[in-house]
């Protein structure tokens, strides 16, 4: 069955699969917070006929999906700019343009958004905001200061060369992942949240699976047995700390990754509908949340139906995300690779200059999170 699968460099349209996989995680987040989370909130004012109380799952897919592609892009990328460049044009151009879109449509929507101050809102387009306390300009953004930090540490352990055998470094986050269960029990309280947080103590499991499924199908040189320890042990972290059903969730998620794979040889015509959704997932997931909470209660005082109103609100939040995708998102992306990258392949950098940098940053934002979170406390 292995041996069935090419290699993931050659073939950029096997990708497909996994975009598929984006859309179906963007589509069940998107439908948690337009019938379960709503209601919670606002309430919708009658029964609600159907309900996706575990839609907010689709986060921990995108993790794994994120741990898959981060760990092949590493494994292609000739200077450590290559993959800063990566990074950077694909994030911030529709982070900002999501930011300037809540926080506009929240004010003018006011009362019935309660838009954070505009200086607060400022602050947000660094994307790590929430870890010294500054609230977001929409509840979703929590994500992406994790997805920041695992680009971080993916990037750290790359430059040290501990991605060219990644089987101990990996094992080694994963074991310490093991402290949000273990500290209760050694230490009588959990770890610091902000320490837990910078470290994706709760969340790594989710990408190390998504690692181990590149590792054993779709690297050039494959490491099968490494990659069935580390999806044992990713599955094991997640039982231990989150229960049998969330491990059961993060086995389908490994199975999805690997369908994926093979649904991304050939995509047939079903599959197109949920790989467009996967193409403008990221604006998608950045903006659906609290635009449709305004949409939502707008229709909702009209007497608009209920199943009519999150309809259409889908199709509200669907047509930003592609009006982003296509304005800012494509262009931006395109437009900084091909000036950024040209100008550090003339000048690129030591790699143990990049080394010292990362490093310095990332604990720079490890210590400063915890310090003001203790603070607060």
């Known amino acids: 069955m292995v041996a069935s699968i090419p290699p993931a460099s050659p073939a950029r349209h096997r990708l497909l699969g996994l975009d598929a996989l984006r859309g179906i995680a963007a589509l069940s987040v998107l439908l948690y917070h337009y019938t379960t989370r709503f209601d919670q909130k606002h309430g919708h004012g009658e029964p609600l006929p159907f309900s996706f109380e575990s839609g907010f799952l689709g986060v921990n897919l995108f993790f794994a999906i994120s741990g898959f592609v981060i760990f092949m892009t590493l494994d292609r990328v000739r200077v450590p700019a290559d993959f800063v460049v990566s990074r950077f044009s694909r994030l911030f151009p529709a982070f900002w343009a999501a930011i300037a879109l809540t926080f506009t449509i929240e004010w003018l929507a006011q009362p019935l958004a309660q838009p954070i101050a505009p200086g607060q809102a400022l602050l947000n ?5 929430g870890y010294f306390g500054v609230p977001s300009v929409d509840g979703v953004y929590w ?7 695992f680009y971080l540490g993916m990037f750290l352990l790359w430059l040290g060369g501990a991605l060219r055998q990644p089987f101990w470094a990996i094992s080694a986050w994963l074991l310490a992942s093991w402290g949000t269960w273990l500290a209760p029990m050694l230490l009588g309280r959990p770890l610091p949240h902000a320490l837990s947080e910078a ?25 099968p047995r490494s990659a069935a320890v ?11 700390a ?14 999805a990754l690997i369908a994926g794979l093979y649904a991304g040889r050939r995509p047939r015509a079903w599959l197109r509908p949920l790989v467009w959704l996967g193409a403008i997932s990221y604006p998608l997931y950045l903006l659906h949340q609290d635009i449709g909470y305004v949409v939502l209660q707008w229709l909702q005082a009209e007497q608009v139906g209920l199943l009519a109103r999150i309809g259409l609100t889908t199709a509200v939040a669907i047509g ?11 262009p931006a992306m395109r437009w900084l690779r091909r000036g950024l990258r040209p100008n550090s392949d003339r000048m690129p950098a030591p790699r143990r200059h990049w080394l010292v940098g990362t490093a310095g ?3 720079a934002l490890v210590v400063g999170s915890v310090a003001i979170s203790r603070l607060a406390a």
């Open 199 to 223: 470290l994706l103590l709760s969340h790594f499991p989710y990408f190390a699976l998504g690692i181990a499924v590149y590792l054993g199908l779709a690297r050039e040189v494959r490491q």
């Open 320 to 330: 930003l995300a592609a009006l982003v995708h296509y304005a800012v998102e494509n």
């Open 242 to 255: 989150e229960g049998l059903v969330r491990a059961g969730w993060a086995l389908l998620f490994g199975i």
């Open 143 to 149: 994500t992406l200061q994790v997805e920041l930090f």
């Open 125 to 129: 387009v660094f994307m790590l905001h």
């Open 230 to 240: 580390l999806a044992v042990l990713a599955l094991l972290s997640v039982l231990l």
């Open 361 to 363: 940053l990332a604990g």
